[in-house]
């Protein structure tokens, strides 16, 4: 390969600057910061980094660090100006006189590089660069812990494999296919999935059904059927106390909760005295039915049915 040129006969050298001495200035290579602590007799300033070295504003630790791509980007717009006039250039040139444009450009492609590098490695993650392998999704199926679940549902026992996340109303629509539960809002806002656990009513799509492994439940379907039905369902159907039927079966469970409730001196919140038992009033019904919506509108009748069902006359 020939040779580079001379400094004495590079047509690409810029025109030098005053003389400096080469051991009193750091020079500039690729890879290698120029120390900034460096003292130079013919260069403006002094042994502190941050003062100007030229008539540009910039200091040896800005040319170091960024002198090469500023210079890149300033030949390459300015190809025909005359070197000597560049303020950049003649800062370098006072930092190396031997320095020529050619290894300027040849700096500041491998400045670029090594950021464009870095930059990626970051990216990644990885210091090394290397492209990261994808890993293979996981299976939806391995994401699922199941248990067994044993529910005494209208007295029968039903054993269940259940995700953990099953809440006690799916698995008992879809899972023992009783379906007379309704699923409203799935907030616990309506009442409409109410069911009777253990004797108590509860919202059943706000309970997981892990949780109630060996309980006893009972729905609308273990209440009564067409044939035989629970007094309460028959006050419903004398008194008018549903429309489109969407609510009843949850106003249903409610109500008989509400009675074994008065019966068990259990206070609500308009109760005026709690150490004594409740009476029954259109005013208590109203307040422990309250978390049952109809949007029907059939509240009056369905505060009849209760009542009659009681044992006192609508």
């Not at 690409?12 to 890879?31: F, K, Q």
């Not at 609510?247 to 259990?266: F, H, M, N």
Request: aromatic residues 2%.
């Amino acid at each position: 390969m020939p040779s580079a040129p001379s400094p004495q006969h590079d047509p690409m050298r810029a025109p030098s600057a005053e003389p400096v001495s080469r051991d009193a200035v750091a020079p500039i290579s690729v890879g290698l910061r120029a120390p900034a602590t460096t003292p130079s007799s013919s260069v403006q300033g002094d042994e502190n980094a941050s003062t100007p070295v030229t008539g540009c504003g910039a200091s040896r630790s800005d040319i170091s660090a960024h002198g090469c791509a500023h210079l890149v980007a300033e030949r390459l717009d300015h190809a025909d100006a005359t070197p000597a006039s560049s303020a950049p250039w003649q800062a370098l040139q006072a930092l190396d006189p031997a320095l020529t444009r050619r290894h300027v450009l040849v700096a500041g492609g491998a400045c670029a590089a090594g950021v464009g590098l870095s930059t990626e490695a970051l990216a990644q993650g990885s210091p090394s660069a290397a492209p990261a392998v994808p890993s293979a999704p996981v299976a939806q199926e391995k994401l699922v812990t199941l248990s067994r679940v044993t529910l005494q549902v209208n007295g029968q026992s039903h054993t269940l494999e259940l995700d953990n996340r099953t809440s006690l109303l799916d698995a008992l629509r879809e899972h023992l296919k009783l379906t007379g539960t309704k699923k409203g809002c799935d907030h616990g806002q309506c009442g409409a999935c109410t069911v009777l656990l253990d004797g108590r009513r509860v919202n059943s799509c706000l309970t997981l059904a892990v949780m109630h492994d060996g309980a006893q439940l009972t729905t609308i379907e273990g209440l009564g059927q067409p044939d035989r039905l629970h007094p309460m369902q028959a006050a419903f159907v004398r008194h008018d106390g549903y429309q489109c039927g969407y609510c009843t079966p949850g106003q249903i469970c409610s109500a008989v909760a509400v009675l074994d409730e008065l019966r068990a001196g259990v206070p609500s919140h308009v109760s005026p005295d709690l150490n004594v038992r409740p009476l029954l009033s259109a005013e208590e019904l109203r307040e422990r039915m309250s978390g049952n919506l109809c949007r029907c509108g059939a509240y009056s009748n369905i505060i009849d049915a209760i009542t009659e069902v009681a044992g006192r006359p609508a």
